[in-house]
């Protein structure tokens, strides 16, 4: 049994600052074995890519919209992703979803993945 299990999203106001996690769990499972992804989802939307970290975190990607106002790190020792998320905007307001996949082709697409958490909802409020 695997398990991705997001918190630390809340309520904020523009501008604020949230930190998300991603804790993951597993007899086997080695974080270190997947890279990790951050999405999010805004009602009636779909899914959308917001950032991606490497196996040791290496290299990282952001979607253009959070560029230079998200973070992504990983704490392999705790199994564990993060997602500092600063000067938010309303527009930021969406479910937030971790995802790790062990042989990415394209990490900006859901289905590349093999483990999804629950999410985490986001509200910013103008």
């Known amino acids: 049994q695997v398990q991705l299990v997001e918190s630390g999203g809340g309520l904020v106001q523009a501008g604020g600052s949230l930190r998300l996690s991603c804790a993951a769990s597993?007899?086997?499972?080695?974080?270190?074995?997947?890279?990790m992804s951050w999405f999010r989802q805004a009602p009636g939307k779909e899914r959308e890519f917001v950032a991606h970290?490497?196996?040791?975190?290496?290299?990282?990607y952001y979607a253009d919209s959070v560029k230079g106002r998200f973070t992504i790190s990983r704490d392999n020792a705790k199994n564990t992703v993060y997602l500092q998320m600063n000067s938010l905007k309303p527009e930021d307001t969406a479910v937030y979803y971790c995802?790790?996949?062990?042989?990415?082709?394209?990490?900006?697409?859901?289905?590349?993945?093999?483990?999804w958490g629950q999410g985490t909802q986001v509200t910013v409020s103008s």
């Open positions: 597993g007899r086997t499972f080695s974080i270190s074995e997947y890279t």
């Open positions: 970290i490497s196996w040791t975190g290496g290299y990282t």
């Open positions: 995802a790790a996949d062990t042989n990415p082709r394209d990490w900006t697409i859901t289905g590349d993945y093999d483990y």
